[in-house]
C-alpha cells in the first residue's frame, strides 16, 4: 500500500446528513489533497493544504468542508449534498521541501453515494 | 495554466500485444512527467515517471518516452497481461513542485484474454 488510508471506504448519505471523510498518511508528507473522480471525468483537485494551511481551493461548493488539524490527517466534511456529488474522492499527500518533490501518493479512495 | 490531454480514452489490446497511450502538454517549463495506474477499487498508483533531461525510461515491460519539442510523452507496454487491465492517467509539472501536477483524463486499458 501507498502509506495513506482513508476512512469509510464506502459511504451512502441522505442530501440532509452531515458526514466526514478521514485522510490519513504514514509518509512524514507535509501536503495533502483532496480530489474529486467521477465517471469518464478527469481528476478534479479540490482542496491543497501545505503544512497544514490551505493553498488552494479549486471554486469547490461551500457544502464541502476541509478540516487540517496536523501534517497527517485530513478531513473532508459533507453537509447537506447532492447526487451530482456521488463519486470517489480521493486523498493524496507529497513532500513539498525535499529536493525531487515530485510526486503525490494516492488513497483508496472513498465512495460517496448521495440518495 | 497547465493543460494535459490524454488519447485515447480507452483501449483494447489482446493479451501479448504492446499498447501505446499518449499524452501532450502545453506548458513548456514543464520537466515531471509521471504515469499512474488506477485498479479496480483502488487510487491511482504511481508505476513510472520521467524528468525531461532524459528522452527514455524502462522498467521491466513499461516504459515511457518523451519528445519536448513536441511536447508530448507516451507510456508502452509490452507483452500485456489482464493484470494490466486498468485506468492509466498522465500528467506533467514542473519538478519540485508536486502541488502542480496536472492530470490526463485516463486511459481504459483492457487486456483480452
Known amino acids: 500500500e501507498t502509506g495513506v488510508t482513508q476512512t469509510p471506504r464506502h459511504l451512502v448519505m441522505g442530501m440532509t446528513n452531515k458526514k466526514s471523510l478521514k485522510c490519513e498518511q504514514h509518509?512524514?508528507?507535509?501536503?495533502m489533497y483532496w480530489y474529486k473522480q467521477s465517471a469518464k471525468k478527469p481528476l478534479e483537485l479540490m482542496f491543497v493544504y501545505n503544512f497544514k494551511e490551505q493553498t488552494e481551493n479549486n471554486s469547490v461548493p461551500s457544502r464541502f468542508s476541509p478540516e487540517c488539524p496536523n501534517s497527517s490527517h485530513l478531513f473532508l466534511h459533507l453537509h447537506t449534498l447532492q447526487p451530482e456529488d456521488s463519486a470517489l474522492y480521493l486523498c493524496?499527500?507529497?513532500?513539498?521541501?525535499?529536493?525531487?518533490?515530485?510526486?503525490?501518493?494516492f488513497g483508496p479512495g472513498t465512495r460517496l453515494t448521495v440518495l | 495554466g497547465e493543460n494535459v490531454e490524454q488519447h485515447p480514452s480507452t483501449l483494447s489490446v489482446q493479451e501479448g500485444d504492446s499498447a501505446v497511450i499518449k499524452c501532450t502538454y502545453s506548458d513548456s517549463a514543464s520537466n515531471y512527467f509521471p504515469w499512474y495506474k488506477q485498479e479496480l477499487g483502488k487510487g491511482p498508483q504511481l508505476i513510472i515517471d520521467?524528468?525531461?533531461?532524459?528522452g527514455e525510461k524502462k522498467d521491466q515491460r513499461i516504459a515511457v518516452t518523451l519528445n519536448k519539442t513536441a511536447k508530448h510523452f507516451s507510456l508502452h507496454i509490452t507483452e500485456t497481461q489482464p493484470e494490466d487491465s486498468a485506468v492509466y492517467f498522465c500528467a506533467a509539472s514542473l519538478s519540485g513542485s508536486a502541488r502542480q501536477l496536472t492530470f490526463g483524463s485516463g486511459t481504459q486499458l483492457t487486456v483480452l484474454p
Open positions: 509518509l512524514g508528507h507535509n501536503a
Open positions: 520521467i524528468r525531461s533531461n532524459v
Open positions: 493524496a499527500s507529497s513532500q513539498e521541501t525535499s529536493p525531487r518533490t515530485d510526486t503525490q501518493y
